[in-house]
């Protein structure tokens, strides 16, 4: 008749723990990691050590009547400033719209800030030329918004989460239609949505 050895004390301990821990394993919520995934060209985004809290600021919609930016606050918000004269902002904002389109409006807002001034008046053909109809498009007249929010560069693109704090900011273009594009925007969409206060 075969003797079985019996466990080394240690190796028994290690079993019980091991055998008490997997239920809990298998039952426990999977925490979300709300570090953004930020590959391709989203390894360009400067990331804030903690998010920030926007200025109240009004902006204007394309009749010229005010807009205020917290309306989009409740969703993930891509701030882009551009302007007609600057071509890599033209560029990026085919990218913009479509990215915009996929995801769609119940979440994300793409708002794209307009700066130009004594070139206003092609705004409305540049957004009718490019077919631009998934993304809301308003107007920094007086810079104000430009100003307030430190921008240097255009175009930069905000990324604000659904409590209206930025997150991070891309200065330059990019192709908002890509694969890691997207994945950023559905991160951050599936992230707790922040206390209000």
């Known amino acids: 008749m075969a003797v079985m050895a ?3 004390p240690e190796f028994a301990r290690l079993l019980r723990a091991l055998v008490t821990l997997v239920p809990l394993l298998a039952t426990s919520p999977v925490v979300a990691n709300d570090k953004p995934p930020l590959s391709g ?3 360009k985004i400067e990331l804030r050590q903690a998010p920030a809290a926007l200025p109240a600021l009004t902006v204007r919609d394309l009749d010229d009547a005010p807009v205020a930016l917290d309306r989009f606050k ?4 891509l701030l882009n400033f551009w302007a007609t004269w600057c071509a890599p902002c033209v560029k990026e904002m085919p990218g913009l719209d479509r990215l915009a389109a996929r995801i769609g409006p119940d979440k994300l807002a793409v708002v794209a800030l307009s700066l130009d001034g004594p070139t206003r008046p092609r705004v409305k053909p540049f957004i009718r030329d490019k077919g631009l109809a998934s993304m809301h ?6 810079r104000a918004a430009f100003k307030a929010l430190g921008v240097a560069v255009l175009p930069t ?11 991070g900011r891309l200065q330059g273009d990019a192709d908002w239609d890509s694969p890691a594009a997207e994945a950023l925007v559905r991160h951050l969409l599936a992230q707790p949505a922040p206390e209000r206060r």
């Open 137 to 142: 498009i308003l107007l920094d007249t007086d």
């Open 74 to 77: 409740g969703k993930v918000v």
């Open 6 to 8: 019996q466990p080394v």
């Open 41 to 43: 060209e989203m390894a």
């Open 157 to 167: 693109t905000l990324v604000i989460d659904a409590g209206g704090r930025e997150i």
